[in-house]
């Protein structure tokens, strides 16, 4: 582990980078180990965090710096990724292979992040292999700072919801078999915070309000949400806060969070909070207790039965999501004062998902290109100018109907460009995109085949901002985004199958200007691996 002498290092080099020195620094040791856990009743081989899973949760308030020690104590590479945090002008830290080298076994690396300009619920996950299918994720919280509004009172407690599919299988079974070109089979079940069925607990006091950070770290299902005799009311999506509309149930799919008041208002009983699979059969079912402070056993009321492939009830409802145009984000001015409506677009990126089986194995692909992990990661090559490692232009703008085939795709993009994103769902499965660095507006979603025309039935007043979409079956979901983050971007699936057979891609988001004003420069901790082991970062 860290010595206190590299500690108190790291605490000056985190005064080193260009952030503001009255922002407040956070500090966590983190020793990632393999652990026996039975979340579905079988001993299975977990990743676990300072021996916790999931892992701990990490507090925050906007603009605070994280400074994150993880030591690698597993037998292979390791990496962590911040779900939604955008690593503002700090690429360098995003914790996926394009831009990091892993953690080695036995060895250590300290994240250091700022949560500039962000607020709400987010989550952090291990990116290499199938390390995700063996824990290692936690949720994450950002609070507003002091000053900043709240568009609803301080609830009488706050809690973390962990919900994904799962499997019984270990983590390396999963891969090796990927590896060997085959699809993942259906999950075993679902976990609500790494338990399974009746596993986890909420308590409330009756009368008063609560406020659910809920969070699917699962690998590829979408998830239905409901709590016995209660309704929710959304306030927040990945860092937005939203109309409060109030829901029954709530669609949350891969990679998505979302932020729910619940109020205690039914008699001192115990009640079930359900989540259950999306557009799967069977589907799969479990459930927590929400234990009211008293009570001596389960309500009479029913448990309730929720949606399960009704394709057009989750449309509806994704359309209902609205971002609340006069409450203050994470500075005092109102969400509403960006009019993203007004700004013309100057560039439409067109992204068909597709699967193929190439060499005779199982693949997925972005505009025909299956993407390849290089020898070094992208950002690395870049920065040391290295050639050969990817190239720029190596998937195309639009799908072009041509044969998958497999590359290290690249896509150049100018900073400070205000881009529409159409993703185009041919295939019978909803879908789930992410996009690293950013939040963007989710204008449009429909079903067939997006034409220009589509734009005329664009919500360009009160879209939500997020980091993860959907994309419903036969279907297209279009974004905007200002690409005012430069570096280098990971785009992908959430499904992580299909992730890692090939459906991502990465941005590059390039200033000429190579300032220090647009992007941070190279950390002098980051590890060096490929073609750019040898090197030298800055020295200290």
Known sequence: MASSSFVLSLLCLAFLISVSAEDPYRFFEWNITYGDIYPLGVRQQGILINGQFPGPDIYSVTNDNLIINVYNSLTEPFLLSWNGIQQRKNSWEDGVYGTNCPIPPGKNFTYILQVKDQIGSFFYFPSLDLHKAAGGFGGIRILSRPLIPVPFSDPAGDYTLLIGDWYKANHTMLKARLDRGKKLPFPDGILINGRGPNGTSFTVDQGKTYRLRISNVGLQNSLNIRIQGHKMKLVEVEGTHTLQSTYSSIDVHVGQSVSVLITADQPVHNYYVIVSSRFTNPVLTTAAILRYTGSSGPTPIPIPGGPTTQIDWSLNQARTIRTNLTASGPRPNPQGSYHYGLINTTRTIRLGSSAAQINGKQRYAVNSVSFVPADTPLKLADHFKIGG???????????TGSR???????????????????????????????????NFFVVGMDGGQWTPASRMTYNLKDAVSRCTTQVYPKSWTAVYIALDNVGMWNIGSEFWARRYLGQQFYLRVYSPVESIRDE?????????????AGRRTRPF
């Open 389 to 399: 490692v990817f190239r720029l232009g190596s998937i195309p703008d639009a799908p």
């Open 520 to 532: 941070y420069p190279i950390p002098r901790n980051a590890l060096l691996c490929g073609r750019a």
């Open 404 to 438: 998958e085939y497999l590359d290290t795709s690249v896509m150049a993009a100018d900073f400070r460009a205000f881009v529409e994103i159409v993703f185009e769902n041919k295939e019978n499965i909803v879908q789930s995109w992410h996009i690293d660095g950013y």
